[in-house]
C-alpha cells in the first residue's frame, strides 16, 4: 500500500504555471503505476495524466500539450507540470495510485481570468 499527500496547488491567472508534487510512502511507489484526476464543483472526477512504472505517460484531450506529468521513484513522488492554464483547469486535483486504489486528500487549482 502507499498512502499519498499532494501540494503544490493555489491560485494562478489565466495563461500561468503551478507545478504539483504527490509525495508517497512506502516502498511500493515504484510497483504503482500513477494518474492524476480533478473534480470541478458540480462534475466528475476525471482523469487527467497517468504514468506507468516504466515512465509511458497518457492525458486526457483537454490537457494534452500543456500538462506534463513525470515521476521520481528514489523521490517516491509524482509530478504534475501545468502549463498555459485556463480558467476550465479550475478544480481540485487528487493522485491515485492505479495498482493499489489510494488516494491523496486533493489539493485546490484555481485559476482565474
Known amino acids: 500500500q502507499v498512502q499519498l499527500v499532494e501540494s503544490g496547488g493555489g491560485l494562478v491567472q489565466a495563461g500561468g504555471s503551478l507545478r504539483l508534487s504527490c509525495a508517497a510512502s512506502g516502498s511500493a511507489f515504484s510497483r504503482s503505476a500513477m494518474g492524476w484526476y480533478r473534480q470541478a464543483p458540480g462534475k466528475q472526477r476525471e482523469l487527467v495524466a497517468s504514468?506507468?512504472?516504466?515512465?509511458?505517460?497518457s492525458y486526457a484531450d483537454s490537457v494534452r500539450g500543456r500538462f506534463t506529468i513525470s515521476r521520481d521513484n528514489a523521490k517516491n513522488t509524482v509530478f504534475l507540470q501545468m502549463n498555459s492554464l485556463k480558467p476550465e483547469d479550475t478544480a481540485v486535483y487528487y493522485c491515485?495510485?492505479?495498482?493499489?486504489?489510494?488516494w491523496g486528500q486533493g489539493t485546490q487549482v484555481t485559476v482565474s481570468s
Open positions: 504514468i506507468t512504472t516504466g515512465g509511458s505517460t
Open positions: 491515485k495510485s492505479l495498482l493499489f486504489g489510494s
